[in-house]
């Protein structure tokens, strides 16, 4: 079996820009938030980004990456809204396609079974048509339903955070939500993985139940040990969200300088410079 | 006369949202909504299955010794949009940034959505929830802002819309009530256009008609009930010690 280790920075040489980038993960709960630093570091551009939003959006959107952005919202969960998503659509800075959050699911599912798309109630009568000019309904062959079909949202690339991984690419998630990181891996051409943990296959299941192990190898290409990489979102059981470093990130929004001063106490170092300036502000609040 | 708050009027007309529904999953979004359905829960409808709003069915305790969750069930959110919406069994109290006379609803942004003068949340699931079960709505703060004569995105379909799209989409469409810091309203209508049910003690209609843009039927207002004693003792010493539900009301 292939030894899929790779670093960051490997997975981040794997991306090229324009691509159609998928982000698991849910709102500000457990997002690769390391690989997204990565892809901060890098100077990829014009994605089109494909997520469950939370700060993935925001901060990728406050550096200029985003070209379109697929979704059915973008929240911090525990403060509504992203200040950084928000100024970037009320400046026109992106293209959107926004859906209902099943229409959503609907998409990644039909692209992970490989279908052109799936009839879905949700949409009917909204603004979601409207928006989404392509967006065509389907007649039922049995009723005289007219329902949405939800087009296939494929991905070139899914990037996930998962609690525990073996070197292979089997995944675990710990906490209570899988969210939909196993259709994120499957509606994509490529699924890297990065991971609180790295350990021998026979520790996943040690103590833990089977059903924890969301992801099998075949759907992953690489595997990231990454540490806190889901950091400041949170990663039950590993830890939760860190919300002053969160509030924080959403108060440097509203200053004119706020995301320089931002971007380079935490962002322009790599993730160990990260890492160490979330210690000393953890330090500076004790 | 009682000497509820209108934070604790708001809470009961919540809880009488859910009065009926029985074996359903009662997802409360926001403060008050929340109260409500637990306070529906440990008095009138026993039965309702309660989301935290993230990946649990919980139980609340009738005590206050602390461990207030019990978990009776797992709900995450894949299983929520995958089944338990399209199926139907469940009953959601969405907050609205405008709201029209049809019971249109906005969550998503104010202005042209190509380039939005406030971006908002996203449309979220209300396209979903308003064509695939009972819908109601929570609104602390009624005003001429939020009751529009149009809204700028159709996040939760309104009656008109649902209509218009077919008959996919009005099948299961059941946009129940609103609620808010002045009164409940329907859309008993026979145009399904908004209407009083109910004012809270102390609101005069002229308290509503110069806080919404739109005009609403009252031809058969009634007053909001009061909390019974009990009622308040659950409020005040079991849901809501601290008072939180004052920050969301005032008065």
Known sequence: ?286 | MSDATRAEVAIVACAELFRGDGEIVASPMGLIPQFGAKLARQTFEPDLLLSDGEAFLLTPQSDTAGNDKIIEGWQPFKKMLDVIVPHGTRHVVMGASQIDRFGNQNISAIGDHSRPTRQLLGVRGAPGNTVNHRTSYWVPRHSTRVFVDTVDVVSGVGYDNAQKAGPAASKFHDVHRVVTNLGVFDFASPDHSMRIVSLHPGVTLQDVTENTAFAVDDSDVTETRTPTIEELHLIRDVLDPKCLRDREVRL
């Open chain 1, 1 to 286: 079996m292939a030894d899929k280790r790779m670093t960051l920075e490997q997975v981040v040489g794997e991306l090229e820009d324009g691509m159609t980038i998928g982000i698991g993960g849910w709102g500000s709960r457990r997002k690769p938030m390391a690989l997204v630093r990565a892809i901060l570091r890098s100077d990829l551009k014009d994605l089109t980004i494909v997520s469950y939003g939370g700060p993935d959006v925001g901060l990728l959107a406050a550096a200029g990456r985003i070209r379109t952005l697929v979704f059915g919202f973008v929240t911090l969960d525990s403060l509504p809204l992203d200040p950084y998503f928000c100024r970037a659509r009320q400046d026109g800075q992106l293209t959107v396609a926004e859906y209902d959050e099943g229409m959503f699911a609907a998409g990644l599912s039909a692209a992970a079974k490989r279908l052109p798309f799936l009839p879905i109630r949700a949409g009917l009568g909204s603004s979601v048509v409207t928006t989404n000019p392509d967006l065509k309904t389907v007649r039922s062959p049995y009723t005289d339903e007219e329902l949405i079909a939800m087009p296939a949202l494929r991905l070139d690339v899914a990037l996930v955070h998962m609690n525990r991984a073996d070197m292979h690419g089997n995944a675990q998630y710990l906490g209570p939500d899988p969210y939909f990181d196993d259709d994120f891996a499957l509606a994509a051409d490529r699924c890297f993985v990065s991971a609180e943990k790295v350990i021998p296959t026979d520790e996943l299941t040690r103590g833990k139940p089977v059903q924890t192990l969301l992801l099998n190898r075949s759907a992953v290409t690489g595997v990231v040990e990454a540490p806190n990489g889901a950091h400041f979102t949170s990663c039950y059981p590993d830890y939760g969200r860190h919300e002053k470093f969160q509030r924080l990130y959403a108060e440097s929004a509203k200053t004119a300088d706020g995301w320089r001063n931002f971007y380079d106490r935490f962002l322009a170092g790599d993730e160990a410079s990260y890492q160490a300036e979330v210690v000393k502000l953890r330090e500076e609040a004790a």
